[in-house]
């Protein structure tokens, strides 16, 4: 059986983990946002240049929107640890000159992704962000394309659900795809809503801002 201890060793590992510095143009930061009180895992695609930067899954615009999603606010998400975040690849991978992010290195997950959800708690609500979580996680049961999987939603609850990447370049796609605002974003938001329940407190004898369980 796990435990914290294994969890925060692992951790440990993956922070440390070196594994790309020959094929990145900068020095590796794995970015990896889990604790043991996690109940819900955003599995995305790989850190973007400013969470690179900021050392902290979703400070940009993408997490602007997936926060929308979800029905929190900046400071729950971060506050809460019962929000995960382990994307396919921890580290920036580098911008492509023709546009975008590179794909993430398939290297990350074959080193780390079977030991992290050995060690992870049971979740109860894994979002998988993006065709490369939804076809690590789905495999031969990811339909034709992302659009079609997670319009077939449905079929792989109640732990698991597909998603659209939140990023600036979807907007276009929510666009031509009102089902997904109208479907499955109420659906998400009430998960979400459970899982958090009871939300978390301010407590008065703390500082403004300062929030506990």
Not at 69 to 93: E, K, L, N, S
Not at 150 to 158: H, I, K, S
Not at 169 to 185: G, P, S
């Amino acid at each position: 059986m796990k435990t914290t201890s294994d969890l925060d060793q692992l951790l440990g590992e993956i922070r440390a983990c070196r594994a790309c510095a020959p094929y990145l143009p900068h020095t590796p930061r794995p970015v990896i946002w889990v604790f043991p009180e996690t109940k819900l895992l955003i599995c995305g695609q790989a850190p973007g240049r400013r969470v690179h930067e900021s050392g902290r899954p979703f400070t940009d615009p993408s997490g602007d929107r997936l926060r929308q999603w979800m029905g929190v606010d900046y400071d729950t998400f971060y506050a809460d640890h019962r929000i995960g975040v382990a994307a396919q690849a921890f580290c920036f991978p580098g911008t492509n000159p023709k546009g975008g992010d590179y794909p993430p290195p398939p290297r990350c997950a074959a080193l780390w992704r079977d030991r992290l959800f050995e060690t992870l708690p049971q979740m109860d609500l894994i979002l998988l962000v993006g065709s490369y979580s939804i076809d690590w996680f789905l495999g031969d049961r990811a339909k034709s394309n992302m659009t079609e999987t997670v319009r077939a939603w449905r079929e792989y609850g109640p732990q698991l659900l597909p998603l659209p990447h939140p990023s600036w370049r979807n907007t276009a796609w929510l666009k031509r795809n009102a089902w997904f605002e109208e479907d499955v974003v109420p659906h998400l938001g009430q998960r979400v809503s459970d899982i958090l329940s009871p939300p978390l407190s301010v407590r008065s004898d703390l500082p403004q801002g300062t929030m506990t369980l």
